[in-house]
């Protein structure tokens, strides 16, 4: 007989969203030196907040199965072709275009650009992004989306509310060598 010592599902999602927010926010702070550490809070959270929440659009059937997927694969989708040799930002620029879609059809407060002004200006490498998208299905997630309830990603949100990102050592745009990470 196996015994098995199940997480909370809250807790597995915070867990599974710790490494995302450590690679993007390394990634960002290096690739978008004018942002300071507020931003880079901000921006991360944006990231991980709107592809949940397409993810479970998704699996609610609410927008098509691997829509973001889309974003770094070469599936017809109206967005940018994606090869081999694709250039770095090019994934995050499709998702970009996502966001703006859904912004059209949802007209929900985690799409508004006019408050946002960050995140259509960002760059993240292709790597990072194809990297935490294929995380968000099987067999690398073992999750439905469309059972979790608000209640639990809510939850799983407030957990991140304690959790800045602090960058070490905060650089001016402007500072020659070093360097800068999370």
């Not at 397409?54 to 098509?64: G, K």
């Amino acid at each position: 007989m196996t015994i098995f010592f199940l997480k909370p599902v809250v807790q597995v999602i915070f867990l599974m969203r710790l490494p995302w927010r450590t690679s993007l926010a390394t990634n960002i702070s290096k690739t978008n030196l004018e942002l300071d550490e507020d931003e880079i809070n901000f921006a991360v959270q944006q990231f991980i907040d709107r592809i949940i929440f397409l993810r479970i659009a998704e699996d609610r059937a609410v927008e098509e199965y691997g829509t973001l997927l889309s974003a770094v694969s070469s599936v017809e989708t109206g967005l940018r072709p994606v090869s081999p040799t694709s250039k770095d930002n090019e994934y995050y620029a499709n998702l970009v275009k996502l966001y703006m879609k859904a912004d059209d059809k949802y007209n929900s407060g985690i799409f508004d650009f006019k408050k946002d002004r960050i995140s259509t200006k960002l760059k993240v490498d292709n790597k990072v992004v194809k990297s935490i998208l294929t995380e968000l299905y099987y067999p690398e997630c073992p999750y439905e989306f469309s059972v979790l309830s608000v209640e639990i990603l809510g939850s799983a949100y407030e957990q991140f509310l304690g959790k800045q990102i602090k960058i070490n050592p905060p650089l001016s745009p402007f500072s020659k060598g070093g360097k800068r990470g999370i």
